[in-house]
Every structure is written in C-alpha cells, then in structure tokens.
C-alpha cells in the first residue's frame, strides 16, 4: 500500500514561494500509469486539484494556479514537490499529495500539511 | 471544467436515519465518480469507487449508485462515527474536481 508524506514550511510570507515536498513509500513515483497530484483545502472549505505530475514525469496544471505553478519529481527519492510562486493570504490551506492509477482511479492522500500566509 | 454539484450542503439526521446526497456532473463522466469522508483536520477517506463500489474495509451501510451525469451516495442506518463531511470526485476529466461537500451533523 503506499503512503504518501508531505513535508515543507508551516509559513511563507505573502510574495514568496510556497514549496512543499511528497515522500512516497509503498511504490514509486515511477510506475507505470500512476499520477502524483497535489491538492488543497482552504479551512472551512471544500476541495481543489492544483495539478499532477505522471510517472513519466509529465504535468498537468490546474489553469487556475498555471501561471504560478511548478510540479517536478525527484525519482531517485522517490518524491514529487510543489512550488507556488507569489503567493497571497488566499494560499493559506491544507495541502495534501495524493496518487491515482488514471481514469475511473479515487486518491489514496497523505495526511496533508497546513501551510499558512503571513507577514 | 467538468462542475460537481453536490445536495444538499448540509444535512441534520439521527442516528439510525438513512440519508442520500446527490452529485451532478455539469457534462457526462460516464462512471467515474468517487465519494469521500472527510473529518476536521484530516485527509479524505474513500469510501465509494467508481460510482458504486465499496472500498475495502467500508462498512456496507454506505452505498452508490448513478451513472453519466447524475450520482448518489447512501448511508443506511446512520452510526454516530458518520457524522462528517462528504465528498464526491470525478475522475473522468484529467483537471480532476470535488463536489462543494455535504455535512451531516446531528439533529
């Protein structure tokens, strides 16, 4: 079974980059058809897909953070890392990685980490 | 993007009731639909895969069904651990999107 572990700053301060990394145990981010997103929860809100990067390293960018955003893997550590530049109060939320085996596959997530905006 | 529209947003029942909340696709996602539990502070836990199959390990209480556009998930016989938020997921479109939630609390 994997496990997905999210690590990285609590705080980053309004026009930084937030940069968070996901340890994956269990399998690697290199199997064939898996995908590896990242997705957040603003406190008290509902869900949002940011983007994925797939086993053969291609990403794909929710159009609503791809002028800010960067996913790369790491595969000889087996992670996978979001980098969201010049972010404001409204990034404040829980993120989460999460992988699926494509169309029709749910998440299996990480325990997710709050990463808050301030100055 | 494909909209996920869930109902109701919230949702007041007894233990033992049986409840449903409903999730509708904005185009068709075929079968592709994926419902989640999720409690304060933690990760979403899957329940209901692929419109209508249980996860391991979930109680058979929880049940879904639909197809194409429109979606339901059932709880019969609410348990006291129930109480939480609930989520549906469509995994037809690569931009992957959720459902605003339903929470059930108790009345």
């Known amino acids: 079974q994997v496990q997905l572990q999210e690590s990285g700053p609590g705080l980053v301060k309004p026009s930084q980059t937030l940069s968070l990394t996901c340890a994956v145990s269990?399998?690697?981010?290199?199997?064939?058809?898996?995908?590896w997103s990242w997705i957040r929860q603003p406190a008290g809100k509902g869900l949002e897909w940011i983007g994925r990067i797939s086993s053969r390293g291609r990403t794909y960018y929710n159009p609503s953070f791809k002028s800010r955003l960067t996913i790369s893997s790491d595969t000889s550590n087996n992670q996978f890392s979001l980098q969201l530049a010049s972010v404001t109060v409204a990034d404040t939320a829980l993120y989460f990685c999460?992988?699926?085996?494509?169309?029709?596959?749910?998440?299996?997530w990480g325990q997710g980490i709050l990463v808050t905006v301030s100055s | 993007d494909i909209q996920m529209t869930q109902s109701p947003p919230f949702l007041s029942a007894s233990v033992g009731d049986t409840v449903t909340i409903t999730c509708r696709a904005s185009?068709?996602?075929?079968?592709?639909l994926n419902w989640y539990q999720q409690k304060l502070g933690k990760a979403p836990k899957l329940l209901i895969y692929a419109a209508s199959s249980l996860q391991s390990g979930v109680p058979s209480r929880f049940s879904g069904s639909g197809s194409d556009t429109d979606f339901t998930l059932t709880i019969t016989g609410l348990q006291p651990e129930d109480f939480a938020t609930y989520y549906c997921?469509?995994?037809?479109?690569?931009?992957?999107?959720f459902g605003q939630g339903t929470k059930v609390d108790i009345k």
């Open positions: 269990g399998d690697s981010i290199t199997t064939e058809s898996s995908y």
């Open positions: 185009q068709t996602i075929s079968g592709f």
């Open positions: 999460a992988r699926d085996m494509g169309v029709s596959s749910p998440f299996e």
């Open positions: 997921q469509q995994s037809y479109s690569t931009l992957r999107t």
